[in-house]
């Protein structure tokens, strides 16, 4: 693995200055069937293609983003703060 | 480098031989004499220069005591010590020659057919060891030399120094761009150093690329890697002794592959004779170093590559005594040396052979990055295709003014044990033919099963014969049998190189060398040193100083360092609302100036962390976290904070902030004159916090008891770490005040049952299993693991932890096996003798039926059986009435 992943703050850098966060999943209500929460847990979608992940810039700015990357080709297509408008 | 003039003197086996400046350690050698530079892999036959490239086996050696270093392309320095390797006695006489006698006995896949047994892997491997092989590796002390790691960056790198390289370098240089031109060979050129071509205008090319500014050359440094996002792994050896072999890691806009065509052997039998050599390498030899190898030369290839090799060895003055083409040729003869080449209708006596071998784009580059090589039989070789974006190749790589000689396929008819496909491991035409009637008779198959092109070469010499005798025996086309993959590192890479600079960080508390100066025994906790125990001048053993820490804090006062906590300053007003939602406890409600423990759950409801949570004033609070566990807690609360717009600010103090833990009976009198804090139960009672000076220093006292005993955590400026140890320590002089470690303080917390997070628990521990089913507040209405807690709270836990005391004078190892009624049953996760009990005791994963007071369970000890009882209370003041004290 060496591919570059845009930090929405500090621009293209080498992934090792990064921590994956995994797969940008959302948190059911708390009041949320089992099988909801088991699945929240345990199971991940694995996407061979695009998928929108967590990212933590952990060699710089060490802020959370998210970024949309295909997992075939590791290429960051795009990345941002969440809640970002833009 | 310093030396004379025109003469440089290198050690050779202990005798100095003289060079030339310029002159590679391979030529040198050869002008002195040398002939045989290698022994074979697997035979020990005589092996001696053939390519002069750095892309064939022949000439590795030992150099300055790094092994398998390619002599044919590493410059001489004056006091290079160079020894042979795998031969014994010497190169010219190797007793392991016999090997080769008994190459019937040795056939294709002979260790996955003899090796069956292991006792007899384990008597052979040996005697194997000593008889097969490379260099050895230096051992682990005799490690010489720096190495580092240079990261670098250019819009484009080049790859290959020839006359398309230069071309390509020049033309992006001029085009305003920064370019990286890396070069294996010492000096830039590719063929046209030794190859006489019209359009030559080499040394324009060359003094072009030195004046422009924006380009960098790196010659004599190998690229042994493509990866993904253009990342280059270049490898530049030491230039000289003092030097540091450098790993760069250059990640360029653009790659341009320019790495050429080079040439590989013909296939007969003999063909690995010493003075049987590559055509290319007889012409570096006579036009890079001015040696004339040989008298006599027989030239084997077809036209057109042969005439203007015959050309150029005559005007050398060399007699050719023939030209042959290589399906005629039966062998080659000779004893120590080639002397004769045998066609099939004449006999040519000879000095030297020159094989005009097939060019081969040398694409492993391309390969690694993901082109798709392809057969082109116009061509007669393997050409790159579909390169992926960012990575384009010129000159020969690209197939460019290749033309297939007419000696494809590569092989001759019958196969010849004698014929060698792969220098490296002394594979030959008949192994490969044996192997693919075995059954192996796919080329990745075949590779994997004859070791062919896993070798020091990695395919260079013998992949195109390799793949020649594969589709002759299966019938296939070159097409269809196609290539082996490619895979980085092509070519090797120093272990020392990927390693890079030996630096271990090392982190010191503020009050290090006040441990130091108290005799502390150290622990690397991470990248931290802390004290595992302070000796004792006296000579006592480590149980004795470990005792009397342990009774200085039970019985007087103790002081031990904690700087190495996580700490977190958290400001703002959704702080608490932040706790109640990362922390299994609930927070909001704690009043300033109370402390609380805190837990840390996933969302499977598993134990991440644990640490305390201090309430300064009403929006500010201080957390700590476990030492190891600092960047994980501060990037999992940044996580949740990600778009909620809570107010909240965290600053991480741990490096800030140097920490104490002051227990013991006497603690308040050690701490009353340092501070003007009310130190009473009255004014600061057990789980109190506050912030007040302590021995000059603005500090956060905590009262909490880890230890057990009456004590309070004080958190300082690190700047003021030295000052304030000293002043706590002088002012329990008086009470014989001693400075505890990490042993003394894990004995301690165990007599309390109190659990390390990460040590008594693990990756499924949650809080009902561990005993600490009161931690999670299921009424709060969300937190991180609730969904997950409030279902295992209305499940009875499978396994539970216990505290066991033993029943004899036994201390289990951590990690111990708990058995019950013979089977196993749990697990001992911590265990120390406590001198409180006067016998071990310990906290281990056991049934939840077994635990409960004076349950019977054995636990293993070393190999033997000992029996232990399970304890419900902690052992040492269960209701906690001394830390309230």
Redesign the interface.
Known sequence: MSFLVQCPQCGHRSVYEFRFGGEVKQRPAPNASEAEWTNYVYTKANEAGVQKEWWFHRSGCRQWFQAVRNTVTNEVQESFFPGDTT | MSCPKDKITLEFNGKPVTARPGDTVASALYRSGQRIFTRSFKYHRRRGLLCLAGKCPNCLMNVDGAPNVRTCITLVRAGMRVTHQNASPSLENDWLSVVQHFDRLMPVGWYYKTMTDPRVWHTAEPFVRKIAGLGTPPSPDAVSGNYEHAYRHSDVAIIGGGPAGLKAAISEAENGRQVTLVDDQPELGGHLRYTKIAEAALPELVAKVQTLPNMQVLNGSYCFGL???N?LGIVQPRRDPDDAERLIHL?AGRVVVATGAYESPLLFPNNDLVGVMLSTGVLRLIHLHGIIPGKVAVVIGQSPLVEPVVADLREAGLQIAATVAPKSVVRAIGKKYVTRIETRDARHACDLVVMCGHRIPDAGLLHQAGARLEWNAGKGAFIPTDLPAHVSAVGQVTGESLSAAATLPPVLDPASKRAFVCLCSDVSSQDLANAIDEGFDHIETLKRYTTTTMGPCQGRMCQLPAIGVCARQTNHSMAETGVTTGRPPNPGVTLGALAGARHHPTRRTPMHYEHEAAGAAWLDMGEWKRSRYYQSPMGASEKQCVEQEYRAVRERVGLIDVSTLGKLDLKGRDVGRLLDHVYAGRFSDLRPGRTRYGVICD??GIMLDDGTVSRLADDHFFVTTTTGNL?FVL?WM??WL??T?WDVYITNLTSGLAAVNLAGPNAREVLKPLTDCDLSTAAFPYMACRVAQVAGAEAILMRIGFVGETGWEIHFPAESGPDVWKAVMEAGRKFDIKPFGIEAQRLLRLEKRHIIVGVDSDALTNPFEAGMGWVPKLDK??FIG???LA?LATQPPKQKLACFIMNEADLPEDGAAIMIGGQLAGRVTSARFSPGQGKAIGLAWVPAETAREGAEVQVRVRGRVARARITEKAFYDPDGARLRM
Do not use: I, K, P, T
């Open positions: 990866y993904e996002g990342l990640r969302e499977a960047d990037q940044n996580w990600v778009g717009n209405e969300d609730r969904s997950a279902r």
